[in-house]
């Protein structure tokens, strides 16, 4: 019954003009019969609870059989999250002044919660500073961030008013990048997106990729035309990075141009170890995604996310294998988990 009801649930929700378009897209990369796939989508919306969208991320147009079920589905997400989190303490990782005050050790910058503090206050912060960062406390993916220049001559009663007004109540000093970091792009603090499972008072280190701009945006995300790459258990990149916006791997950044096999993540190892120490503050929530950046001296946490993304990290262009990362959390959480 479950399974009908998420088949009818991912078919009805669906757009066909938008699932006809990704089996042209990947007719186009594979050769693969446009009919046989269109009932293969269908086939795996009933069958793994894989929508149109992830069977092209995954590649399951190039897998097959007992490799399709090596994949980590929406539903398994969400299944690990409600039974690893603890709702009342998401508050913690949603608003981000809460964040930043629960996780002060690990984010390596200061802050300002305007919702606390005066025009005055966000005038002596931002004393010595060139650029400060302006958040909503409970956006996510970019949104609503922007990056103020300030000077000697700068309006702090004006800002105060439009920060508060966008309500944009956080304000953090600009984290400065790791010149390796850099090479990537320069453009915005490009994050590494690393996965933490706390289960039986044990935390799991469980995957790692970094995403950076497309050289022009401030901010990272996906969302906002960035790109990411999977990184290797060794801190080091293998694979070509991919671009949602167009579709495309990358052997190179199309800004830096930046070679994206055989990068090294500086202090990659020192930022899985903060992360396992950081999975401890809250032990209520035990699967997070946390945002980390890399500055000159150590790494740092940018955010913390209660339900980490599954599709990134079983990317067909990253994997190895034809395999997903599921295997990785039943060894873990056994297949009750997943039942």
Known sequence: ???????????????????????????????????????????????????????????????????????MTMNDNITISKRCNDRTYF??????????????????????????????DLREFCKGRETVFAKPVNQFGGE???KETVTPDTDYEALYKRLCDNKQYLVEETIKQNEQMDRLSPSSINTIRMVTLLHEGKVHFMYALVRMSNGTNCVDNIC???????????????????????????????????????????????????????ALVVPQVGYIGWDVAITPTRPVLVEGNTLPSYDMCQNYGHIDNKTGVKPRFVEILGEEYFK
């Open 1 to 71: 019954m479950t399974k009908l009801k998420t088949f009818f649930r991912r078919l009805f929700a669906g757009s066909f003009k938008r699932m006809f378009g990704y089996i042209g897209t990947i007719h186009k990369e594979t050769g693969k019969n446009r009919f046989i796939m269109f009932f293969d989508m269908i086939w795996c919306i009933f069958r793994y609870s894989v929508g149109y969208m992830d069977y092209r991320v995954f590649g399951f147009a190039n897998i097959k059989g007992k490799n399709r079920r090596t994949f």
């Open 224 to 278: 906002s035309g960035g790109m990411y790459v999977s990184i290797g258990a060794d801190g080091v990149i293998h694979k070509n990075a991919y671009c949602d916006a167009t579709g495309v791997y990358y052997e190179e950044h199309p800004f830096t141009h930046t070679k994206f096999n055989g990068f090294e993540i500086p202090m990659f190892f020192e930022a899985v170890e903060m992360c396992k120490k950081a």
């Open 91 to 120: 508050h913690i990782f949603d608003n981000k002044s809460e964040f930043d005050e629960a996780f002060r050790e690990y984010i390596g910058r200061d802050f300002l919660n305007l919702e606390k503090a005066t025009a005055d």
């Open 144 to 146: 609503g961030i922007t």
